[in-house]
Structure formats: structure tokens, C-alpha cells
């Protein structure tokens, strides 16, 4: 999708954003999907109040997804499962965001949610950076 023009009065629905996540997941090699089966994604409009704040945010729009769940690397076959893992992908930021940066909203929403199942993973910020910069560098490889 190419960002919107200012006279277009159609934006992409949460069904749609849900519709380009689900392809974006999708695109997870098998042998990482396969862990995946169960996860849930979710869109909303923004985060609420309450996440801003607990995670710091000036803005709501400064958050365009959200891991919510127990990783991976701290669950255990015998755990009592209470709720199901869930990314939160929110359509007015990833929109924003869209417009301003000139990245195609398919691309922009795979960004995420990959970022989000390496939270699911176990992975940290730092460790997926690291990760990110590693593939970026030809002589890493």
C-alpha cells in the first residue's frame, strides 16, 4: 500500500492491518512459525493510558506494537496456562508512521512484527539490535 494522499478519505482498516500482519507472520521461517501457532494478534486504535505510562510514553503514537504475554525461554510444559500471547499492533501510530516515513505499510508492519515475536522468543531490544546489525554487516557473515 502507498501512503495516503491527502485527499483520499479511506485509511487502512484494523481488519486490513490485521489481514497484512497475519501475512507478515506468515513470513517467519517454519522452524521459528511452528512456535507461533498459537500466538494472537490483535489491533487496536492506540495503546490505552495505562501501558503509556507504565512503559514511559510522551505519546501514544510512539507505540506502534506491543508483546503481551510470557516468552518463550520462561514458560514450562507444566505451567497452567492463564492467557494466550498476544501482539498488539496499533493502527493510528503504524498509519502515522506510514505517512512519514515512505516505507510501504506492508513493510512497516512485518518490521513490527517480527520485532514482536522476538519478544515472544525471549529476546530483548538490545539483543534484536544486535541481531539486526549483525545481518546488516557483510562481514559478520
Not at 514450562?76 to 505517512?99: K, P
Not at 517480527?114 to 539483543?127: A, K, R, T
Request: one cysteine or more; aromatic letters at 6%; proline letters at 6%.
Amino acid at each position: 500500500m502507498t501512503p495516503p494522499y491527502p485527499g483520499d478519505k479511506t485509511s487502512p482498516t484494523l481488519d486490513d492491518i490485521a489481514t497484512i500482519a497475519e501475512a507478515a507472520l506468515d513470513t517467519i521461517p517454519p522452524l521459528l512459525r511452528r512456535h507461533t501457532v498459537d500466538l494472537v494478534i490483535a489491533v487496536r486504535e492506540l495503546c490505552d493510558e495505562e501501558i503509556g505510562r507504565d512503559m514511559g510514553l510522551t505519546s501514544p503514537f510512539e507505540l506502534l506494537g506491543l508483546y503481551h504475554g510470557r516468552s518463550l525461554d520462561q514458560k514450562s510444559l507444566h505451567d497452567v496456562v492463564q492467557d494466550v500471547d498476544r501482539i498488539y499492533l496499533y493502527r493510528r501510530a503504524l498509519l502515522d508512521f506510514w505517512a512519514e516515513s515512505g516505507e510501504t505499510l506492508e513493510a512497516i508492519v512485518r518490521n513490527v512484527i517480527i520485532h514482536e515475536v522476538g519478544h515472544h522468543f525471549g529476546l530483548s531490544d538490545d539483543d534484536m539490535d544486535a541481531l539486526e546489525q549483525s545481518a546488516a554487516d557483510p562481514q559478520t557473515l
